[in-house]
């Protein structure tokens, strides 16, 4: 079967139901999204495809409102009136819930930018039969090189629509496709995981061939005693790493003391010049929608620039209590980079590590917002600006303020996620223990 975008709804008829569903209403307030996802996962294991799968999934999800007293119900239904059922479902939950103390009124009509997001056709008309044969081809490329291959390849296209009483509207459609690739021989592997708004967008053959040469550099690695050395992050690292300050930078959490940013206010200089942080739905790799789930506005928004924070997240509760304008969330995120490779940046390191992965990443104290996790698929000493051999991996214990405050290069970014990062090289990183993963 070939998927073709006439399988996903269109926002007319989305808007549609949300303006039926709002007439219906009997509540005081009531809030309605609509989305419907066309998705396909590909995996593949041993150099053989294991999975080619594809799925459509269709909601719709009614906030029904009295006072402060709400309750949503979700359906999958579009027979209209199963609809209905959902919304009466709704409201009778909603008038036996608890009142929240949390509670801010519906969201009024928004104005948003003049942009929508990126969709690719030819991502969701790719057929079942196209997407196996790509990922075989991945088979191939592996099994010729005497490497063993396993990874994914996903794609999705989605429509989405809000609406409310209060007089919010807002809708848009978006494609994403993801592939990712890890490549094992003897005791030695890598990997390399990248996404982009349309699957011809994705560089996987470049991807295939770099870690496949950089798992067969991986074997027989030696150890390296736990330490502070200068490392060389590439993005995939990167991007398991910093977002997951930006998750802490919420304003409510500071004022209340539960934060690294309680003692750090905005102004002060924490992270390195080369350090800018931005919320930029707009970038070229991204180009996402100008809304978030909530319906707030979702424009650019500096973060954090020449290593000084700009800006907290600013939940709608939280603006109104401390008469501020919300932000909603502080993602997508991008990191702006420069126009040097990895390799420049290992070949300004005289002697230090390199980290292709990190893996496993947990808080340990959001107060000083230190990390630990662990290394993987290809850790390399850096020895006279080049990978001189592989090295056993290593669990790390980092804070992230401080990586960011030690930044002495960055590279070119990639996407990964819904993030764009470059690789960095820092110096000064914390190893506190050898692992045995591979």
């Known amino acids: 079967m070939v998927a073709t975008a006439s399988q996903l709804i269109s926002q007319a ?57 709400s309750a949503s119900v979700t359906t999958v239904e579009q027979d209209w009136e199963q609809i209905q059922v959902a919304l009466r479902r709704s409201e009778d939950l909603a008038r036996l819930a608890p009142e929240d103390p949390e509670w801010v009124p519906l969201l009024a009509k928004q104005v948003y930018a003049a942009r929508t997001a990126k969709f690719d056709a030819a991502t969701l008309q790719r057929s079942p039969l196209q997407r196996g044969e790509l990922i075989q081809q991945v088979c191939q490329w592996s099994e010729a090189a005497g490497v063993n291959g396993s990874g994914i390849l996903s794609t999705s296209a989605k429509v989405y629509a809000l609406g409310n009483s209060a007089g919010l509207r807002a809708g848009d459609r978006q494609t994403q496709a993801e592939f990712s690739y890890t490549a094992k021989i003897g005791n030695g592997s890598s990997w390399q995981s990248r996404t982009a708004w349309g699957i011809d967008e994705l560089p996987i053959e470049q991807m295939v061939l770099t870690t496949m040469e950089r798992a067969k550099r991986s074997q027989n690695p030696r150890r390296v005693e736990p330490g502070t050395y200068p490392v060389v992050l590439g993005a995939g690292a990167v991007a398991n790493l910093i977002p997951r300050l930006v998750w802490y930078m919420s304003a409510r959490a500071a004022a209340e003391g539960r934060s690294y940013f309680a003692k750090h206010p ?15 739905p707009a970038h070229s790799l991204l180009q996402t929608g100008a809304f978030d789930s909530q319906g707030l506005p979702c424009n650019p928004l500096a973060i954090a620039t020449e290593g000084i924070p700009r800006t907290l997240s600013y939940d709608r509760y939280w603006a109104q209590q401390t008469g501020q304008e919300p932000t909603g969330s502080l993602f997508p995120l991008v ?15 005289e002697r230090g590590i390199f980290i292709n992965r990190a893996w496993y990443v947990q808080a340990v104290n959001p107060q000083t917002l230190e990390f630990t996790g662990m290394t993987r698929d290809g850790t390399f000493w850096i020895e006279n600006g080049k990978l001189a051999y592989p090295i056993c991996n290593l669990r790390f214990n980092q804070s992230l303020p401080d990586l960011l405050r030690d930044v002495e290069a960055i590279a070119t970014p990639e996407r990964h996620g819904s993030t764009v990062v470059p690789a960095l090289k820092v110096k000064n990183f914390h190893f506190s223990s050898v692992t045995d993963s591979i």
């Open 266 to 280: 905005l102004g002060e200089q924490i992270f390195s010049p080369l350090v800018n942080l931005y919320r930029d």
């Open 335 to 349: 990191m702006t980079g420069s126009d040097q490779t990895v390799a420049d940046l290992i070949a300004q390191t």
């Open 13 to 69: 008829q989305a808007f549609d139901w949300i303006e039926k569903i709002i007439r219906a209403a009997e509540s005081d307030g009531v809030m309605v999204a609509i989305a419907e996802r066309e998705s396909t996962l590909g995996r593949f294991g041993e150099n053989q495809i294991r999975q080619n799968l594809q799925k459509n999934q269709f909601e719709i999800t009614i906030t029904s409102s009295f006072g402060s007293r």
